[in-house]
């Protein structure tokens, strides 16, 4: 029997402090970076997907005018085939939003809804700090040619995913491939491999990752 889907909302001044993540692309973040020039394909915006534990991010392009469905393929082409589906989703969009995407993204998959997923209508700050992070980017990669954003922005995206993130010390790529590695097995191979701590936002310890000592 199928859990009930579940959106949990509550007034803003009642929020309470997201759940620590415990492993990669199960609790991400959704934006969006609107009103830039429209580029040589049209597109306008760009979808910003990030993931809570590894803080790695995908610069998605789009149009300001896409909706819940649009935005939904988007997900699933370009999150869902690389990272799988996630559990929950912190977005500032509203919850009327965040249901239809749900049930449009469901319906690719070909079945109703197997688990509950929550999807919080608010923000916890990162996706504030990621976007202006990459407008800065943008900015300096651009210049002139304004048109040419969308171009750049697989580089971009490269480049911030390759930067060490002051709160874990690690670049997203790093945590992504040290799990990756120690998930399937390579370290059992090398008993000499100290442990280090990679700590969360909130600096909760949330998971060992084995590197040299």
């Known amino acids: 029997m199928c ?8 007034p803003h001044d009642l929020y309470t402090p997201l ?37 790695m991010a995908h610069f998605i392009p789009c149009h300001k005018t896409d909706d819940a469905t649009n935005i939904a393929d988007l997900f699933f082409r370009e999150i869902v085939r690389l990272h799988g ?16 995407f749900w049930k449009v993204l469901w319906g690719k998959l070909g079945t109703k809804l197997l688990f509950s997923t929550t999807c919080h209508p608010q923000t916890d700050g990162q996706t504030e700090v990621v976007n202006r992070t990459l407008t800065q980017l943008l900015r300096a990669v651009i210049q ?3 048109k040419n954003w969308e171009d750049c922005l697989p580089f971009i995206e490269f480049a911030y995913n390759r930067s060490v993130h002051s709160t874990t010390e690690f670049s997203p790529f790093e945590i992504g491939h040290i799990l990756f590695l120690k998930r399937g097995g ?14 969360s936002a909130t600096k909760e310890e949330i998971c060992f990752l084995i590197s040299p000592s």
Not at 86 to 98: A, E, M, N, Q
Not at 186 to 199: D, E, Q, S
């Open 3 to 10: 859990n009930a889907y579940v959106v949990k909302t509550q």
């Open 19 to 55: 759940p620590v993540p415990k492993e990669p692309w199960v609790d991400i973040l959704m934006d969006f970076v609107l009103g830039l020039p429209r580029s040589k394909r049209g597109r306008d915006s760009i979808f910003v997907v990030v993931d809570r534990f590894s803080k």
């Open 85 to 100: 589906v996630p559990k929950s989703i912190v977005s500032d969009r509203d919850v009327k939003f965040l249901s239809y």
């Open 144 to 146: 002139k040619n304004l």
């Open 186 to 199: 390579l370290f059992n191979a090398f008993p000499n491999l100290g442990r280090k701590v990679i700590k």
